[in-house]
Every structure is written in structure tokens, then in C-alpha cells.
């Protein structure tokens, strides 16, 4: 079950652990571990004299690859079932729990407790899970305050608000009703150490993760490359007659040719009559001839995860209509795009937009009413918004923890991706971006992937992976 993810993670050992025997790493993280210690650290400087608990995932009734839940990751990067992590504040060290026999399993080494769990993690002390139960009643009679995640673990192929929601449905359900495992886990801290005072610890983990460092940049802008060239190789291997799920098998093939863990979330691959529905996820359409795709799908590259979408035609070449309407929808695009600045709250940049919108619309030359009119309308969405937002931020989910501020500030990475659609037709158009805050302007992570129509066209015409496939004997394509 954890084989193939640590096969995966060895490709991201720091160049500072090098020396450590092959047969010894039985940790890797896709940073070194000073990264999570400082991430700890902070985390101390927010819970004062309080003490923050966090237990790990558990590992799955299948033989599946095991993945930690996010916060816990955050701020250990072990890769252990059901460990528990403490931070103590006031002696501002931190403590490991693991299971006691996590050396020896059927799937090769796991961390352990014991020195070399210390040397490798960088975390103060690593003692056998069993212990757990003991320290937190000397915790607990301390009288002091303690810290705990609150709302349902995200495992990855998704987000906190996705997690949050089967947790209450599940709950909710007659014929269910199970709690969360944080509310049993909770229930379970007030039964032991019945007089402590037990908080959420998610708004200030949340509050870290919202400003990415320069190794998670660089991770989210790996995991965005991947992300484009999957994506690109889907655009070369569509043509008419395909499936939908095939240029899922394109861009996959990608995503774990280049150390991907997994999905970010399920392929959205919509073509035709499909496309205005923004999760479609079917896949089982056929791409026919004059019909537009619409592709949106990431990977989950070692705990970071990206978003972006294109829009191509499945014949490789835009009709007249089509090109009209791509066209406007881009130039408006890329009005929203080219106005995003640092230090300046969303809804002004939207302001600022909404001018270079209208210019595009008065220099545009329609020759069809229905296109002329989806676009007006488009830019009138943006006339009237009073959001703060210009789409959602990226991290560790897809839909990551909120932005630190009421203005973008550098560190800060979001996607954009508004739609425009044909009243009255099912044909829709949305693109997505990668975009982070720097100090002086905004980057574009996912620029390299084409969204103008001859750089489309000129992909397109490369062959895709369909044509290397290997075919049984005497079988021709």
C-alpha cells in the first residue's frame, strides 16, 4: 500500500541528506527538514502556553497508496498511519508519535520511533504511539489550553469544503450518522483530560498556509508544469471519435510519468453539450467532428497540487463562429489578467478590468449577434460584482485555505477562471490560470500551456500518445 508513494517521494530527498545510507531512508518529504520546523515553530509562536495536538491519517481498507492528510503534512511531512504529532508552546519542542512496529511491514520500511526518526524528521522527540494516552493526562492537568484540527481531514482529489460536506451527510444520514474522525477524535481528548479547554486549530494552521514559501512555490510551479504538459498531450492525442476518458489516460500517463502521487481532482473532460457543466466528469462522450473541449485537471504532485483549463477544438482546427467566440472571450480574459497588481484589494482590480473590457468590446468586430451578447453580458457579470475575489487559491487542495489578506499580497497563488456562455446554447468557454503574487507584479505559472488559436492549432497537429500505442499482432490502428 506505501510502496509505490515512497518509490515516488525519493525523487524529492534534498541534496543535504545525500550521505544517508540508501537502506536507512525510511523518511522522505519533498522538503528538508528545517522547512517544517520553521512552519512548527511559528505555529508555537500562535498557540502561546497552549499545546496543539494532530493526528495523522489512518491507512486505507484497501490495497491503495497511503496519503497523509494535509495538515498533519504540513507540518511534519511524515508519511506514517495514524501518528499523532503534539507542539508544546511552552516548552516549545514538539513530540512524534508513532505505532511501534512501523519498521518491518509488508511494504517495506516505514519511519520508526527511536533517534533516527529524530535525526531524519528534525523533530524533537519520537516515541512509540502507546505514550500518546499518558502525556496528554500530564498535558491536560497542566490546565492549559489545547489545540486541535477541527473540521474533516483532507486526504487529496480534493478540498476542505469537499471533506466538510460528506462529513455533515454522513452524519445527517439516518442510516449513518457516523461523527467525523476529528469530532470522535475531539470527544475523545474531553473524555481523557475532561478539565482542559479544547479550541479549533485550523484558522491558524490556515493562516500559514496561506502564504506560500519559496519551496512551495517552486513545488506548486513543478506540479503547474506537469499539470500543463499533461494537459498539452491531451491536446495533441484529441480527435474525433475519441472518448472523453482517453485524453484523461493522456494527460495521467503525463502526470505520473513525471512522480504525480495521484490525481488533484477528477479529470474534467467535457466536450460538446457538455461543456457548460463546470464538474463534468463523466468522460464517456464522444468528441465529434466541429465540436469544442473543454479540459481542466491536475495532479497531486507530492502533497501540492495545480488547476488549469483549456479550451481546443476536437478536429484541431476552429471554425469561423468558434474563432469569433474564443477570440472575445480571450481578449476579455486577458483584460482580468494583465489588471491583477500586488498589495491591491481584488474588487479594484476588477475596477480596473472592467475598463479594459469595455475597450475590447467596442474595438471588437462581431458578425454574430449571440456572441456579441455573451460577451456583454460577461463583462456586465464584472460591472456589477462586489466580490473580493478573483477566483480560488491553490496549495495543498485545489480549493486551498483563504487568502491572508483583503488585498493580494506576494507569496499569495490563486486560479482565475470565468465563463462565458451562449444564451440559449450549449456551448460554453472557460480558461484557468496559475497565478502568483510576486513582489513587483503577478506571474503566470501555466503561460506556457497555448491559449492563442494558432498556437492551439499548431499543437494539435503533432501527434499524440494514440499513435505510439502498441497493437496486438496483426492488429492495425
Not at 67 to 77: C, P, V
Not at 198 to 213: C, E, G, H, T, Y
Not at 410 to 436: K, S, Y
Request: aromatic letters at 8%; glycine letters at 6%.
Amino acid at each position: 500500500m506505501l510502496c509505490a508513494l515512497l518509490c515516488l517521494m525519493w525523487l524529492a530527498v534534498p541534496a543535504s541528506w545525500a550521505q544517508t545510507p540508501e537502506a536507512m531512508r525510511v523518511f522522505t518529504a519533498p522538503f528538508p527538514p528545517e522547512e517544517f520546523a520553521a512552519r512548527r515553530t511559528r505555529l508555537m509562536e500562535r498557540i502561546g502556553d497552549g499545546v496543539a495536538v494532530i493526528q495523522g491519517a489512518a491507512e486505507k481498507g484497501a490495497e491503495a497508496e497511503f496519503r497523509q492528510n494535509n495538515q498533519f503534512h504540513y507540518l511534519t511531512g511524515v508519511d506514517v498511519p495514524r501518528a499523532i504529532l503534539v507542539i508544546d508552546g511552552r516548552a516549545r519542542r514538539s513530540t512524534l508519535y508513532l505505532p511501534a512496529r512501523n519498521r518491518a511491514t509488508a511494504f517495506g520500511p516505514l519511519l520508526a520511533p527511536g533517534p533516527e526518526a529524530v535525526r531524519e524528521t528534525g523533530i524533537e522527540a519520537v516515541v512509540v504511539r502507546d505514550s500518546f494516552a499518558v502525556d496528554l493526562v500530564r498535558l491536560g492537568t497542566e490546565g492549559r489550553r489545547i489545540f486541535t484540527p477541527h473540521r474533516p481531514e483532507v486526504l487529496g482529489n480534493g478540498s476542505a469544503g469537499d471533506a466538510a460536506a460528506f462529513a455533515r451527510a454522513t452524519k445527517d444520514d439516518p442510516w449513518d450518522g457516523r461523527p467525523s474522525r476529528e469530532d470522535a477524535f475531539i470527544a475523545r481528548l474531553r473524555a481523557t483530560v475532561p478539565a482542559a479547554s479544547i479550541a479549533d486549530l485550523d484558522p491558524m494552521l490556515d493562516s500559514l498556509r496561506a502564504i506560500k514559501s519559496t519551496r512551495e512555490i517552486e513545488l506548486i510551479r513543478e506540479a503547474t508544469r506537469v499539470t500543463g504538459l499533461g494537459i498539452m498531450e491531451a491536446m495533441r492525442d484529441a480527435a474525433p471519435g475519441m472518448y472523453e476518458y482517453e485524453l484523461d489516460a493522456a494527460a495521467r500517463y503525463v502526470f505520473r510519468k513525471h512522480g504525480a502521487q495521484g490525481e488533484a481532482y477528477f479529470a474534467l473532460s467535457a466536450t460538446g453539450a457538455n461543456m457548460p457543466y463546470s464538474h463534468y466528469h463523466k468522460g464517456t462522450s464522444r468528441l465529434r467532428d466541429g465540436d469544442l473541449v473543454q479540459f481542466d485537471y491536475a495532479p497531486d504532485f507530492r502533497y501540492y497540487v495545480s488547476d488549469v483549463t483549456r479550451v481546443f477544438p476536437a478536429n484541431a482546427k476552429f471554425s469561423a463562429r468558434q474563432r469569433e467566440l474564443y477570440v472575445i472571450y480571450l481578449r476579455l480574459y486577458q483584460a482580468l489578467l494583465t489588471s491583477i497588481r500586488p498589495r491591491v484589494a481584488p474588487r479594484d482590480i476588477i475596477s480596473s478590468a472592467v475598463v479594459k473590457m469595455d475597450t475590447v468590446l467596442a474595438r471588437y468586430r462581431f458578425t454574430d449577434s449571440a456572441i456579441r451578447e455573451a460577451a456583454t453580458a460577461f463583462v456586465q457579470r464584472y460591472r456589477n460584482s462586489r466580490s473580493n475575489s478573483l477566483g480560488h487559491t491553490i496549495g495543498m487542495e485545489v480549493h486551498d485555505v483563504r487568502l491572508a489578506s483583503d488585498v493580494l499580497l506576494p507569496g499569495h497563488i490563486f486560479t482565475i477562471e470565468p465563463a462565458m456562455n451562449l444564451t440559449g446554447e450549449r456551448v460554453g468557454l472557460r480558461l484557468e490560470d496559475v497565478i502568483l503574487i510576486t513582489e513587483t507584479g503577478y506571474e503566470n505559472l501555466s503561460a506556457f500551456v497555448p491559449v492563442e488559436i494558432a498556437d492551439i492549432e499548431r499543437l494539435m497537429a503533432q501527434p499524440g500518445l494514440s499513435a505510439a500505442l502498441l497493437k496486438p499482432p496483426g492488429e492495425r490502428r
